[in-house]
Structure formats: C-alpha cells, structure tokens
C-alpha cells in the first residue's frame, strides 16, 4: 500500500491505537515516520514483526500526518480491515 492509499483506506492514528490494532491482527500496514523518537517507535516496530505486519517508513511525521487528514504530525498510522 502507498501512503496515497491511506488517504483513503480505513486507517487508526497514533502509537497506541496502531499498537492495539497489531495486536488484534487488524492492521494490514503500518506506517511509520522516520523522524518520530526511536524510543517511541522501536517498540512498536518490533510488535509488527512479531505478528507479521508489514512496516513502511515515511519520510516526516509532517508528511503522515497530512495524509492522514490531520492537521498535526502523526508518528504513526495503520491501514486497518
């Protein structure tokens, strides 16, 4: 999936919330921008490998955020079922 796909995919927003949705196996595609925090993204990169989702980095969280129509930077996002 393209990040011009999420645009108009179902999707979740955030850390948290992409993290709940790996964990329930809804998320088919995370995302995630290259310039959020390690510390805050490690964690969550590991989860996506652990159940198999596919990880796509972006290149701001700028960049995440607009395509997610929102007005602020998204650290993450998910494209979910």
Same mark, same amino acid.
């Given at each position: ?11 979740? %927003?955030? %850390? ?66």
């Amino acid at each position: 999936m393209t990040l011009e796909a999420l645009k108009t995919a179902k999707r979740v %927003i955030g %850390i948290k919330q992409v993290a709940k949705a790996v964990k329930r196996d809804a998320a088919t595609e995370v995302f995630i921008a290259d310039d959020a925090e390690a510390k805050v993204v490690e964690p969550l990169e590991a989860l996506c490998t652990e159940h198999g989702v596919p990880v796509s980095r972006v290149g701001s969280m700028k960049e995440l955020g607009t395509a997610c129509s929102i007005e602020v930077g998204a650290a993450a996002a998910a494209a979910v079922r």
